[in-house]
């Protein structure tokens, strides 16, 4: 069964850093694309960023780019977010999600989501 178990959420201020983690089960994690969607209240999913099976590959949303960094290790099954000079507007449930592919381009499963709130 796969599994994916995001952590690393919380009260952050702005201009702040936050680090989520995303610990894979269930599958041969360093075979897939892994990405971080976030769903902020009252609104629609909103991808924020990619990385493929290798690690070499990486995208960003606009909104994050040059703020955000996606990575994984794949001897711990786990897909890492680095968030630094975070904004009110990042506030938002952040949700792991695996790609059916080595590529980013799909989504088949996604964990419950971590909190993530951005206020002073």
């Known amino acids: 069964e796969v599994q994916l178990v995001e952590s690393g959420g919380g009260l952050v201020q702005p201009g702040g850093s936050l680090r989520l983690s995303c610990a894979a089960s269930?599958?041969?994690?360093?075979?897939?694309?892994m990405s971080w969607v976030r769903q902020a209240g009252g609104k629609g999913l909103e991808w924020v960023a990619s990385i493929d099976s290798t690690g070499g590959g990486v995208r960003f949303a606009n909104s994050v780019k040059a703020r955000f960094t996606i990575s994984r290790d794949d001897a711990k099954n786990t897909l890492f977010l680095q968030m630094n000079s975070l904004k009110p507007e990042d506030t938002a449930e952040y949700y792991c999600?695996?790609?059916?592919?080595?590529?980013?381009?799909?989504?088949?499963?996604w964990g419950q989501g971590t909190q993530v709130i951005v206020s002073s």
């Open positions: 269930g599958f041969t994690f360093s075979n897939y694309g």
């Open positions: 999600v695996k790609s059916p592919t080595r590529w980013f381009n799909e989504f088949d499963y």
